[in-house]
């Protein structure tokens, strides 16, 4: 197999990094002079070769991807809206007719970058680590950035063994762009160790929240680290990976995942989420006193914080905002809205399920007493959001007829009856201290809560894990301060509360696409008909209809995605994922 590396020039990746200058020597003429040696044996040089690998590590976060809704729509918690751009992957998957061939046909292919971006990003860590050693940087400095550049590497890897299984593990080799590269796809369990390795070689030569020095802040660190072990170790105990594969032939089993289930694994899973607990470096944005849950929301706005063991950084724009908020807000409303069914599955403020005749849930009064992450990470009907015009919070309308946001009275409805509120700036400004919140201390909770559940049942400590969580999220603490858990509920039902849980706290976080993937249950959530509110006011009466949006379609077979096409052709050892 030929892997699809891009091979370019020196000159190209430092332009891109943006983060290095020395006399103007990015200037054309100087740029064209730059090769491994040149590069290699100026300091800042080197550092920016190194500052250029952490620009893809939030790719599917990225704006340029938001096009036709992104990885949100391939889930069950968003539906593309005014989308008249080419078929992408992700349109193409939403609607059950996405083919291994089908990836390299667009620019904007979803499952082609999961496979192109990180194995770029591979040979870039590579070329590094190969000429690092001859630059004029301090011994103590190689060793800090040779520890990054394995943690993004490792970071990369994931990326691939998420979404494809096994890859070839290709460790320090540095192949060149003439390299007939002819290797199998190694083993589902040997990409698991080698990322959990790299982590903990890693992390013991980074420095951790506190040690770093603040202007390297957005660099690995040893958290970033121990947040990338404990989701591998998660990912790999979960049904799909840990035994129950959808994969028929003996070879592809354990390449596609774990042969055999082994309850340890959650065990492992468990210690590394609990083993950054115990660090006691990391916390909760806490603040239910601006308002019920402003903790929860102002956490995505503020790039430096301990909430986040890993970020990606971006310069301040409104990327989000121009692409996500209705068009009264200066948005463009033409990537993607939340789904109906993501609305229903936050619960109320007393931290009890809709569906919970105890909850006190009103459907003729859908969003009233709901629990506070919801109005912290979505526009509703009669939500106020700031308007320039006004200077000042006033209501979005999303009722039939209401202009410009609510639907056309007639015609379609495009859009599903809500907008995203979570990382948007409220306050009208044109720049936001924002990041990629690529790894969170509230995934960690999560990871703990949901692995220790699978080991050892709902125990004490998984209660007060989620109690962490639902208590900065602004629910009540209850007559018995268990915000709305129920005593006394089975493994299985306790499950089915984490499995929520991580959906309403982690939506729009690049998770719930995966996890219904690695907990064997996209055939349920993702197989079905996408729904919206459809909002009639009659007078001062409003009236309330759940109507059909969009169909979608899964398949077992995109539980794991097809490698490119073009990529099978290059290798008679290569073997495709099941079902492609």
Same mark, same amino acid.
């Given at each position: 197999?030929? $892997?699809?590396? $891009?091979?370019?020039?020196?000159?190209?990746?430092?332009?891109?990094?943006?983060?290095?200058?020395?006399?103007?020597?990015?200037?054309?003429?100087?740029?064209?002079?730059?090769?491994?040696?040149?590069?290699?044996?100026?300091?800042?040089?080197?550092?920016?070769?190194?500052?250029?690998?952490?620009?893809?590590?939030?790719?599917?976060?990225?704006?340029?991807?938001?096009?036709?809704?992104?990885?949100?729509?391939?889930?069950?918690?968003?539906?593309?809206?005014?989308?008249?751009?080419?078929?992408?992957?992700?349109?193409?998957?939403?609607?059950?007719?996405?083919?291994?061939?089908?990836?390299?046909?667009?620019?904007?292919?979803?499952?082609?970058?999961?496979?192109?971006?990180?194995?770029?990003?591979?040979?870039?860590?590579?070329?590094?680590?190969?000429?690092?050693?001859?630059?004029?940087?301090?011994?103590?400095?190689?060793?800090?950035?040779?520890?990054?550049?394995?943690?993004?590497?490792?970071?990369?890897?994931?990326?691939?063994?998420?979404?494809?299984?096994?890859?070839?593990?290709?460790?320090?080799?540095?192949?060149?762009?003439?390299?007939?590269?002819?290797?199998?796809?190694?083993?589902?369990?040997?990409?698991?160790?080698?990322?959990?390795?790299?982590?903990?070689?890693?992390?013991?030569?980074?420095?951790?929240?506190?040690?770093?020095?603040?202007?390297?802040?957005?660099?690995?660190?040893?958290?970033?680290?121990?947040?990338?072990?404990?989701?591998?170790?998660?990912?790999?105990?979960?049904?799909?990976?840990?035994?129950?594969?959808?994969?028929?032939?003996?070879?592809?089993?354990?390449?596609?995942?774990?042969?055999?289930?082994?309850?340890?694994?959650?065990?492992?899973?468990?210690?590394?989420?609990?083993?950054?607990?115990?660090?006691?470096?990391?916390?909760?944005?806490?603040?239910?006193?601006?308002?019920?849950?402003?903790?929860?929301?102002?956490?995505?706005?503020?790039?430096?914080?301990?909430?986040?063991?890993?970020?990606?950084?971006?310069?301040?724009?409104?990327?989000?905002?121009?692409?996500?908020?209705?068009?009264?807000?200066?948005?463009?409303?033409?990537?993607?809205?939340?789904?109906?069914?993501?609305?229903?599955?936050?619960?109320?403020?007393?931290?009890?399920?809709?569906?919970?005749?105890?909850?006190?849930?009103?459907?003729?009064?859908?969003?009233?007493?709901?629990?506070?992450?919801?109005?912290?990470?979505? $526009?509703?009907?009669?939500?106020?959001?700031?308007?320039?015009?006004?200077?000042?919070?006033?209501?979005?309308?999303?009722?039939?007829?209401?202009?410009?946001?609510?639907?056309?009275?007639?015609?379609?409805?495009?859009?599903?009856?809500?907008?995203?509120?979570?990382?948007?700036?409220?306050?009208?400004?044109?720049?936001?201290?924002?990041?990629?919140?690529?790894?969170?201390?509230?995934?960690?909770?999560?990871?703990?809560?949901?692995?220790?559940?699978?080991?050892?049942?709902?125990?004490?400590?998984?209660?007060?894990?989620?109690?962490?969580?639902?208590?900065?999220?602004?629910?009540?603490?209850?007559?018995?301060?268990?915000?709305?858990?129920?005593?006394?509920?089975?493994?299985?039902?306790?499950?089915?509360?984490?499995?929520?849980?991580?959906?309403?706290?982690?939506?729009?976080?690049?998770?719930?696409?995966?996890?219904?993937?690695?907990?064997?249950?996209?055939?349920?959530?993702?197989?079905?008909?996408?729904?919206?509110?459809?909002?009639?006011?009659?007078?001062?009466?409003?009236?309330?209809?759940?109507?059909?949006?969009?169909?979608?379609?899964?398949?077992?077979?995109?539980?794991?995605?097809? $490698?490119?096409?073009?990529?099978?052709?290059?290798?008679?050892?290569?073997?495709?994922?099941?079902?492609?």
């Amino acid at each position: 197999m030929k $892997i699809k590396f $891009i091979h370019l020039v020196m000159a190209v990746f430092l332009l891109m990094a943006g983060a290095c200058k020395k006399g103007g020597f990015l200037d054309a003429k100087l740029a064209s002079d730059l090769n491994e040696t040149t590069t290699f044996t100026d300091s800042v040089r080197t550092i920016a070769f190194l500052t250029r690998l952490y620009t893809n590590v939030g790719f599917n976060f990225d704006a340029n991807r938001w096009e036709g809704g992104g990885h949100p729509v391939l889930a069950d918690e968003a539906i593309p809206v005014r989308y008249t751009g080419p078929q992408n992957d992700a349109i193409l998957m939403a609607s059950g007719a996405l083919s291994a061939s089908s990836t390299n046909v667009t620019k904007q292919a979803e499952v082609l970058n999961n496979w192109k971006l990180p194995w770029e990003n591979i040979r870039r860590a590579n070329v590094f680590l190969s000429n690092i050693d001859r630059s004029p940087l301090s011994a103590g400095l190689k060793k800090k950035l040779k520890a990054e550049t394995r943690f993004l590497r490792a970071w990369y890897y994931f990326q691939l063994v998420k979404v494809y299984g096994g890859v070839p593990l290709i460790g320090d080799v540095n192949y060149g762009i003439a390299d007939n590269i002819d290797l199998p796809r190694s083993s589902y369990s040997d990409c698991v160790d080698y990322i959990v390795n790299e982590c903990n070689a890693a992390a013991a030569d980074l420095p951790d929240f506190d040690t770093q020095l603040q202007q390297d802040y957005g660099r690995a660190t040893k958290g970033a680290c121990m947040g990338l072990k404990s989701r591998m170790l998660l990912y790999a105990a979960s049904p799909l990976f840990n035994g129950e594969g959808i994969a028929a032939d003996a070879a592809l089993k354990s390449i596609t995942g774990y042969a055999n289930a082994d309850l340890e694994r959650w065990n492992k899973a468990a210690q590394a989420a609990k083993d950054i607990i115990n660090s006691g470096t990391y916390s909760l944005r806490e603040d239910n006193v601006t308002r019920r849950g402003y903790g929860f929301y102002s956490v995505f706005l503020n790039r430096y914080n301990r909430e986040y063991l890993f970020g990606g950084m971006k310069a301040p724009n409104r990327e989000y905002e121009n692409n996500l908020l209705p068009t009264s807000r200066t948005g463009s409303g033409r990537s993607s809205a939340p789904t109906q069914q993501l609305v229903d599955a936050f619960g109320m403020e007393n931290g009890l399920p809709i569906t919970d005749p105890a909850s006190g849930y009103n459907p003729n009064d859908p969003y009233l007493k709901r629990d506070p992450r919801f109005g912290n990470s979505i $526009i509703y009907n009669g939500s106020t959001f700031f308007l320039t015009s006004s200077n000042a919070m006033v209501a979005v309308n999303t009722f039939v007829g209401a202009s410009p946001d609510g639907p056309a009275a007639t015609g379609p409805i495009a859009i599903p009856g809500y907008y995203w509120r979570k990382m948007m700036v409220e306050d009208g400004g044109g720049n936001t201290d924002r990041c990629y919140p690529l790894i969170r201390y509230a995934e960690i909770l999560l990871n703990y809560a949901e692995a220790l559940n699978e080991y050892q049942g709902p125990t004490t400590e998984v209660y007060s894990t989620l109690i962490q969580i639902r208590k900065r999220a602004g629910i009540l603490p209850g007559l018995d301060d268990n915000y709305g858990l129920k005593s006394g509920i089975s493994k299985a039902d306790m499950r089915l509360v984490i499995q929520n849980e991580r959906r309403v706290e982690l939506a729009l976080e690049e998770h719930r696409l995966w996890d219904v993937r690695r907990w064997k249950i996209a055939e349920v959530t993702n197989n079905v008909m996408l729904k919206g509110m459809k909002i009639t006011k009659t007078g001062n009466k409003l009236t309330y209809e759940v109507i059909d949006i969009k169909p979608h379609f899964f398949r077992p077979a995109f539980y794991l995605f097809p $490698i490119p096409e073009s990529e099978m052709a290059k290798s008679p050892k290569f073997v495709q994922n099941p079902g492609w």
